[in-house]
């Protein structure tokens, strides 16, 4: 049977990508890399194997809602691994394919420092636009938020723009409206749409080389993390 034949079976039972990699007795990057081709293939109608194309999503999953800003972590003791960890990708050019994963015991430390119901409440993930800036967790040209129910471990976000750069928090609501992130994705700049934007990049790049300026406004900085401070006070 084909790979991604039993990583979509798998992946209705709701069994994470990590799950599915041991089970397979694969990797995890070649797991994701068979469900983004999967869904790419879904997307633009493309040719599938029989096996596959019975399989394919019953429902569209789609960003609903928004959240407001940002409050401080409880802090937490560095020794183990990371407690959260999300990254993105894209699967289309105007649509980023994104998963994550996070301790089960790390979300009910947060819950208690918040003093939150224990109930399971959606993950928000907010997809920030952070285009030629240094971005600080607040700076961001705007933010859109998406709501995911709480057993999934991966999602799709639509609505990216030409010319742009991306990126992504994920975390939860507390119930004083207040965004609280677990952690930070890595940057995406989806394609340039014209030649005045290579070209504008390539003269910055060579005023940055010959020290005529810091850096070039064009390139994105941001600083991936999970939520939880070391022994010393610093963020991981």
Known sequence: MALITEIIKLKEQGVSF???AKELNTTVGK???????YQKALESGGETSPAVELMKPATQKKRVGRASFGR?????????????ELSITFSTPSRIYCYWSIS????????????????SGPFVLRLYDV????????NQHHHSDSYVPYTESDWFVNGLKENRSYCMEIG??????????????NVLHTPRTSHHQEAHRLK????????????????????TYSYYVMNGGEKA
Not at 104 to 119: A, G, L, P, Q, T
Not at 172 to 185: N, T
């Open 131 to 138: 285009t030629s800036i240094s971005f600080n967790g607040h």
């Open 72 to 84: 401080r972590m409880p802090k937490r003791n560095a020794k183990g691994p990371r407690a959260a």
């Open 204 to 223: 910055e790049l060579v005023e940055y080389e010959q020290g005529l300026i810091k850096e070039p406004k064009w390139v994105e900085h941001v600083s």
């Open 172 to 185: 939860l609501r507390l119930p004083s409206g207040d965004f609280v992130a677990f952690a930070r994705s």
């Open 104 to 119: 089960h015991e790390w979300i009910r430390h947060v819950k208690d420092h918040f003093k939150m119901d224990s109930d």
């Open 31 to 37: 797991v994701q890399y068979q469900w983004v081709k």
């Open 18 to 20: 990590r799950k599915i």
